[in-house]
C-alpha cells in the first residue's frame, strides 16, 4: 500500500498569510493527488484533482504543485472560510489512501 | 444540482450487520463509479469501496474485504454497502461520494456506532 505522509498535522495562520500544506507518498504516484477540504460540520469538497487542477468553484487562492513523491497545496491569502482541515489523497493505486491530515487554525 | 444522501447508520452491536444505502441526484447515476470512505471519530478519512458503473468490478482495502459489499441500482440511482460482521473499529462516519476523476462530490455522511 501507498503511504502517504502529510505535513503539518497543525497549521496556525494569520488572514493573509501564505501557507503551503505538505504531502509526501511511500513511492510514486505520477501526480495522482488530489486535495480535499473538510469543515468543521464535516462537509468534504474537493479543491485540487491531478496534482494541480483546480476543481470548479475552487477559489483562485488554491494551488497545488508537485512530481513524482512530493505534493503541496498552497493557499496564497487565507480568508476567514480557509480555517479547516485539508486531506491529501492519492488514487494512482488500490487501496487509495489519504494523508493524516493537516488542520489551519487562526493564529 | 449533484446531491448525495446517506441513510441507514445506527447503532448496532459487534458481529451484526448494517445496510447503507445513498440516493444519488442531479447526475446520470448510471454513468459514474461511486464509493464510499469512513471517517472514524477524530480521525482522518478512510476509503472503504469502490464501484463500476454496472456493477460488474468493486474494489476494498484488506480492512473491509470480506465482510463488507458495494452494489448500485441504476434505476434508482442509489448505491449500498452492506456491512457483516461488524468490528468495535468500524464506528465511523461513512460518506457516499461520486468518482470521476476524483471524490467529485460528497454526501453529509451517516454515522455507524458497533457496540454492545
Known amino acids: 500500500d501507498i503511504q502517504m505522509t502529510q505535513s503539518p498535522s497543525s497549521l496556525p495562520a494569520s488572514l493573509g498569510e501564505r501557507v503551503t500544506i505538505s504531502c509526501r507518498a511511500s513511492?510514486?504516484?505520477?501526480?495522482?493527488l488530489n486535495w480535499y477540504q473538510q469543515k468543521p460540520d464535516g462537509t468534504i469538497k474537493p479543491l485540487i484533482y491531478?496534482?494541480?487542477n483546480l476543481q470548479s468553484g475552487v477559489p483562485s487562492r488554491f494551488s497545488g504543485s508537485g512530481s513524482g513523491t512530493d505534493y503541496s497545496l498552497t493557499i496564497s491569502r487565507l480568508e476567514p472560510e480557509d480555517f479547516a482541515m485539508y486531506y491529501c489523497?492519492?488514487?494512482?493505486?488500490?487501496?487509495?489512501?489519504f494523508g493524516a491530515g493537516t488542520k489551519l487554525e487562526l493564529k | 444540482e449533484v446531491q448525495l444522501v446517506e441513510s441507514g447508520g445506527g447503532l448496532v452491536q459487534p458481529g451484526r450487520s448494517l445496510k447503507l444505502s445513498c440516493a444519488a441526484s442531479g447526475f446520470t447515476f448510471s454513468n459514474y463509479y461511486m464509493a464510499w470512505v469512513r471517517q472514524a471519530p477524530k480521525k482522518g478519512l478512510e476509503w472503504v469501496a469502490t464501484?463500476?458503473?454496472?456493477?460488474?468490478?468493486?474494489y476494498y482495502p484488506d480492512s473491509v474485504k470480506g465482510r463488507f459489499t458495494i452494489s448500485r441500482d441504476n434505476a434508482k440511482s442509489s448505491l449500498y454497502l452492506q456491512m457483516n460482521s461488524l468490528k468495535s473499529e468500524d464506528t465511523a462516519t461513512y460518506y457516499c461520494?461520486?468518482?470521476?476523476?476524483?471524490?467529485?462530490?460528497w454526501g453529509q455522511g451517516v454515522m455507524v456506532t458497533v457496540s454492545s
Open positions: 489523497q492519492q488514487d494512482a493505486s488500490f487501496p487509495n489512501t
Open positions: 513511492q510514486g504516484i505520477s501526480n495522482n
Open positions: 491531478y496534482t494541480s
Open positions: 461520494a461520486l468518482l470521476r476523476t476524483h471524490f467529485d462530490y
Open positions: 464501484i463500476s458503473t454496472s456493477g460488474s468490478r468493486t
